[in-house]
């Protein structure tokens, strides 16, 4: 089992920043990659941001330039975040965490993010 615990979520203005984190914890892989996904409301969830352990990243084309993941791993626990800045009012989405191993994903509960504008 992995745990995931995110935080960071808020309300900005647009233009404004947000920093997520989520801490993994658990039975973790070695070899695992680590994300940010979203749903908007009446929308599906799609793929913000991920990160390998090798520290390979990946981002939404949307996002690209104005977000940036990145991770941390300590010996018993991965931490990664999510750094958002520019944010716009179409970035308002509940965001999750995910944790892919050598089994089955992994997800966080979700943390809100509200961009007004």
């Known amino acids: 089992q992995v745990q995931l615990a995110e935080s960071g979520g808020g309300l900005v203005q647009a233009g404004g920043s947000l920093r997520l984190s989520c801490a993994a914890s658990?039975?973790?892989?070695?070899?695992?990659?680590m994300g940010w996904y979203r749903q908007a409301p009446g929308k599906q969830r799609e793929s913000v941001a991920t990160i390998t352990s090798g520290g390979r990243t990946n981002y939404a084309d949307s996002v690209k330039g104005r977000f940036t993941i990145s991770r941390d791993n300590a010996k018993n626990t991965i931490t990664i975040y999510l750094q958002m800045n520019s944010l716009k009012p179409e970035d308002t989405a509940v965001y999750y965490c995910?944790?892919?191993?050598?089994?089955?994903?992994?997800w966080g509960k979700g943390t809100l993010v509200t961009v007004s504008s």
């Open positions: 658990g039975s973790i892989f070695s070899i695992n990659t």
């Open positions: 995910n944790y892919q191993g050598m089994r089955v994903p992994y």
